[in-house]
């Protein structure tokens, strides 16, 4: 009964091993419990924390309402996040607010734009505008100007 048990945790480590998550793609991903965290940091202010422990379970933020996109957009080697929340309460005139989450060595830092999303057709191009990669949201071209993403 041993080697059984054995055998098949073995077995499963081994077919586990070799998954990757992320990469530079055009699409978003769902279950990113790294970049969903981070991405949950910035978004859930301690008022919104609060407000959903008293929000019935069907209305709460879930895992599958953070999606991302791993991009290096600084082009320093370390994967950057561009994330939105795909919920009902936070839509906007039918649109999904979009966070630019670079990363450096310990932490994120949030990088400012007033860009939404609707159809979450997110695309990271190879022009860069101030050393930063320009971004197709729905097919509007923004771009980093030192301080923002116009």
Known sequence: MTKYIVCTLLALVISCANVTYGGKTGS???HQVHNNTVLE????????????????????????????????????????????????????????????LIANDYSFHKIETQARTQSFDIKVLDATS????????????????GDVYK
């Open 28 to 30: 978003f991903l769902r």
């Open 41 to 100: 940091r910035f978004v859930m202010q301690p008022k919104q924390k609060f407000r959903q422990k008293f929000t019935l379970p069907p209305f709460r933020l879930t895992e599958e309402d953070f999606l991302t996109l791993n991009a290096d957009l600084n082009n320093d080697g370390i994967k950057d996040i561009i994330g939105t929340l795909d919920n009902f309460k936070f839509q906007q005139n039918g649109a999904y607010p979009l966070y630019i």
């Open 130 to 145: 101030n050393g930063f990669n320009d971004i197709s949201v729905d097919g509007n071209i923004i771009k980093y100007d």
